[in-house]
């Protein structure tokens, strides 16, 4: 079993930054696959960002490219989310999720085996 534990949501202007965090426990962690969704009200989670095991592979949603970026501190079991030049649009649950064994970050709800419980980023205009 693998605990995603996520941290660092909050309120911020629209053009402002934040960092999410999330520590995970229970397996290796530095052979997972990470990856970042969010979910707005009445809409479909989605795909935000993902990470190999050795960072050497990033991807990201046309929407957040640019501006987000996603890291992970193998030492610390823990993977990263930097956003920067926030938009109101980018206001919902962000969750982390985890997955073994593939050899590249799936983009898809599907492709991860574990998930965080959310945590709330909120942009005002």
């Known amino acids: 079993q693998v605990q995603l534990v996520e941290s660092g949501g909050g309120l911020v202007q629209a053009g402002g930054s934040l960092r999410l965090s999330c520590a995970a426990s229970?397996?290796?962690?530095?052979?997972?696959?990470m990856g970042w969704f969010r979910q707005a009200p009445g809409k479909e989670r989605e795909f935000v960002a993902a990470i190999s095991w050795i960072a050497a592979i990033t991807y990201y949603a046309d929407s957040v490219k640019g501006r987000f970026t996603i890291s992970r501190d193998n030492a610390k079991n823990t993977v990263f989310l930097q956003m920067n030049s926030l938009k109101p649009e980018d206001t919902a649950v962000y969750y982390c999720?985890?997955?073994?064994?593939?050899?590249?970050?799936?983009?898809?709800?599907?492709?991860?085996?574990?998930w965080g419980q959310g945590t709330q980023v909120t942009v005002s205009s």
């Open positions: 999720a985890a997955t073994f064994g593939a050899r590249t970050p799936p983009a898809s709800k599907s492709g991860y085996d574990y």
């Open positions: 229970g397996r290796t962690f530095s052979y997972s696959v």
